[in-house]
């Protein structure tokens, strides 16, 4: 479902305070892997090993800088916005950190919604509404009329990450290939 080869990402940074030099300093350098459909995978790792950095060129939220990434059979390092978009909906990284991962001016509702408004799920409001309702319900929020209408600071860290994570694994992030 998913392979990632040789993938790297460098980042330019200025050499010294008030010079205009740059240097190159690599984050990624040369990670290989593949998900097999229907696997979960984890990715853990010293603080700083870029962890966070492969799950956002897995998502093309960063540009690869070299490599190749493989989903479901189309190289998208290589696809349009358009076609990355749709590609999109069938991927998701979870962060460890729910304190970090949740808007902390999202209600629930909000946040579990945001992605269904984006994709265009659900035709009306009432119909992403019992979508929302038995999200929650499948990751344990229940009942979920108490939860929906809460904030990520009313809920409990492992509350919080039970909406980002229904496995309920904790490794830093994980590449949950959808489908």
């Given at each position: 479902m998913l392979s990632v080869e040789n993938l790297?990402?460098?980042f330019e940074v200025e050499k010294r305070f008030l010079s205009r030099s740059k240097t190159r300093v690599s984050a990624v350098d040369g990670i290989s892997f593949?998900?097999?459909?229907?696997?979960?995978?984890a990715m853990v790792g010293e603080s700083g090993c870029?962890?966070?950095?492969?799950?956002r060129m897995v998502l093309r939220l960063l540009d690869v800088s070299d490599g190749k990434i493989v989903?479901?059979?189309v190289d998208i390092t290589k696809v349009s916005q358009r076609k990355l978009k749709q590609v999109r909906r069938k991927m998701q990284v979870v962060f460890q950190d729910p304190y970090d991962s949740l808007n902390p001016r999202m209600s629930v509702r909000q946040i579990v919604s945001e992605p269904l408004m984006t994709?265009?799920?659900g035709t009306s409001e009432a119909e992403r509404e019992g979508i929302v309702l038995s999200v929650l319900k499948s990751v344990e929020l229940e009942p979920p009329e108490e939860f929906i209408e809460r904030?990520?600071?009313e809920l409990s860290g492992g509350q919080r990450q039970r909406g980002r994570d229904s496995q309920g694994a904790r490794p830093d992030s994980q590449l949950h290939p959808r489908g």
């Open positions: 790297r990402k460098y593949e998900i097999p459909k229907g696997e979960v995978f870029g962890k966070t950095t492969t799950g989903f479901d059979g994709y265009h799920i904030y990520p600071h």
